[in-house]
């Protein structure tokens, strides 16, 4: 089975995405960190029992292989751009995977090890339909138990896309805030904050 573990907010510039949805959800987010194989940067935001990432190329990265999360054609404002789910048996979760989403990755940053799924290309299947499969270190706090609680909940996660039905068929993940809508690919974050609901598109 899998877990809905993280939502994605793509960006090209971090300061400017980070400003955005501190802007949108009355919150501040909090440095997260750099990915040096994939020559990216992020900031959080503790989300209930998930969290919310603006993430970005890090200009002063140097790196030997495309960005993950298709960061490297990324363009237009800041967006839900991706979504990732866990589980504890990454390579079964692979081959049932409505979609192929790449070879196994392990990264490790700080005290946080992970496995994660990421295309050669760097690319989101389905264009980010298909989550991102990931896999957490054994014995590592996930990232909820250390992020700084705001008071924001993640309440509804839209995934729209034309093969959106048979996704939700195909996917093994069972939670009632994700919603499959066929359309144009694109998603929609529900998020309950201490001022209100409040949407990220």
Known sequence: MLTLDHIAIA?????????????????PLQPGGKHAAFGTHNTLLALGDTYLEVIALDPDAQRTRPAWFALDAFAGPPRCANWI?????????????????????????????WDITVPDDGGLPLQGACPTLIRWGDGVA???ETLTDRGCTLIGWEVHHPQAEALGRDLALDDPRVIYAAGAPRF??????PDGVRTLG
């Open 11 to 27: 960006c090209t510039d971090l300061d400017a995405g980070t400003a955005w949805v501190e802007k949108t959800l009355g919150v």
């Open 85 to 113: 789910c866990r589980t504890d048996d990454l390579k079964g979760a692979i081959a049932d995977a409505p979609a192929d989403v790449g070879a196994i990755v392990p990264l490790e940053r700080g005290a946080l090890r």
């Open 142 to 144: 996930h990232p909820t």
């Open 188 to 193: 929609r974050a529900t998020i309950r904050t």
